[in-house]
Structures are given as C-alpha cells and as structure tokens.
C-alpha cells in the first residue's frame, strides 16, 4: 500500500483523540503500523498503547525525512495537534482498513 521503493515517512502515532503521541521515521509505513498495532516491539508505544496512525507525510530521501522528524519532535504539543487536525480535524486511525 505504502511501501513504493526509495520512500520514506514520518508518521504521528496517537493513544486516542488529544492522547499520548509518538512521532517516528520508516521506509515501510504499512509494516511499521503494524507492528506498533501488535505490540511486536516492546517499549514506549507498547506501553502507552499508542497505535492510532493520525499523520504521515512521505519523501523520497531518508535524509529528508529524519530531518523532517526531529523537527517535529522539537515542536510543543499544541502545534503538532495543530499539524494533525489540519488534515485529520476528527483524528481518525487512517490505517483502520489496512490488515485484515
């Protein structure tokens, strides 16, 4: 689905609407959800059960968009909900039709 070679994501993950967010990096956004959905990897999103895809953004270098991500890491909370809501306004899990 998204998984076009020499691409790479940013993606926001959410607890739930205003949750814990987590802001992370892949060349393979469908497999990375998963594993996040499925608690394959124990550690902060397993823990704080943050596995709601709210944002993504795509490039087609990594460099590009692990800079991307340590932007948006230093951002504060209110802009990276403001970033969400600007194109996710009711914070849908926009992988809820992915796997089956």
Known sequence: MYNNLNQYYIYILASK???TLYIGVTNDLERRV???KNKINP???SKYNVDKLVYFEAFGFIKDAI???KQ???WNRQWKINLIEE???DWK????DWYD
């Not at 899990?93 to 809820?96: C, E, G, I, S, W």
Request: hydrophobic fraction near 30%; charged fraction near 35%.
């Open 87 to 89: 194109e996710n306004q």
């Open 93 to 96: 899990d926009l992988a809820f």
């Open 72 to 74: 948006l890491k230093k």
């Open 43 to 45: 550690g902060f999103t």
């Open 34 to 36: 998963f594993e996040h």
């Open 67 to 69: 800079a991307r991500e």
């Open 17 to 19: 609407k205003n949750g």
